[in-house]
């Protein structure tokens, strides 16, 4: 690898394509994609302006209707020519990306691979409502989460035991099943004056919000038609933007009485 990262002759290079709008894409990630010979990206989800950054020549995948023997092939075939080799995956990779079973055959055939991280749209979800995820005295801790479908979800993760805690539960693949999404949250002891948001395709240009409560928030997505690619918040530390509710706990860290390294607080 080079000091500025730019992919090699022979690695593949997994980036996170952020959440919709390329310009989210980061600045190691843009680099990367502009440098590659080959390019693979998950054409159902990566919007496919970020192949804008690809070069002129850059040999593209779309692996929308491709599985992991083909996907692994064609790193495999870049890789031993001696190509530099970008795989796109929406958001950030970590998050329900599914890259170790891709990282693992291509490392076994000696393949050189490296992870770039990028922005979830649980993040983007936030920014586009203005709002933070932690908030003093209310809640300190995110989940991401999903509900149970083809892929299982073990029981000690269920979202009625996660709701049963103060935390932010940012729930992902799951906004078709928002009556399910809001019958767990009551179940764990959620009020129905909690807020929750649900944010669709954030930051694409046909991003969309719907806010709301436990009360009333399923019949508003319904009536929406949101049905995919939509992120759900749910928790107190959205009241003050949601909800205009200004009693909460400021952040010491600006607070004027307070000292830190950097300042010394006043009287």
Not at 39 to 44: C, E, P, R, T
Not at 124 to 132: D, K, N, P
Not at 205 to 232: F, H, W, Y
Request: aromatic share 6%; hydrophobic share 40%; with cysteine.
């Amino acid at each position: 690898m080079t000091d500025k990262g730019l992919p090699q002759p022979g690695e593949v290079v997994f980036v996170g394509a952020g959440p919709g709008d390329p310009r989210l894409l980061t600045v190691a990630g843009r680099d990367t994609v502009a440098a590659a010979d080959v390019v693979l990206y998950a054409g159902s989800l990566v919007n496919p302006a970020v192949l804008d950054w690809a070069r002129p020549g850059a040999e593209i995948h779309d692996t929308a209707g491709m599985n992991l023997d083909q996907t692994t092939a064609v790193c495999l075939e870049a890789a031993r020519a001696g190509r530099s080799v970008v795989r796109l995956h929406t958001g950030d990779p970590s998050l329900y990306g599914a890259i170790q079973e891709q990282l693992v055959p291509l490392e076994q055939a000696g393949v050189p691979c490296r992870v770039i991280p990028g922005v979830s749209s649980a993040f983007a979800a936030a920014a586009a409502l203005g709002t933070q995820l932690t908030l003093p005295d209310v809640s300190q801790s995110v989940v991401f989460t999903r509900l149970a479908g083809r892929t299982p979800v073990p029981e000690t993760e269920s979202l009625e035991r996660f709701a049963a805690t103060s935390a932010t539960l940012c729930v992902f693949l799951s906004v078709d099943r928002i009556g399910e999404v809001v019958a767990a949250c009551r179940a764990g002891g959620r009020g129905d004056d909690t807020p929750v948001a649900v944010v669709s395709r954030a930051s694409w240009s046909d991003q969309r919000e719907v806010c709301g409560t436990l009360a009333d928030i399923a019949g508003k997505v319904c009536d929406a038609g949101i049905r995919r690619q939509a992120m759900i918040l749910v928790g107190d530390a959205l009241r003050p933007r949601l909800q205009g509710w200004d009693a909460f706990q400021r952040s010491k860290l600006y607070d004027a009485g307070f000292s830190h390294g950097y300042r010394q607080g006043e009287d």
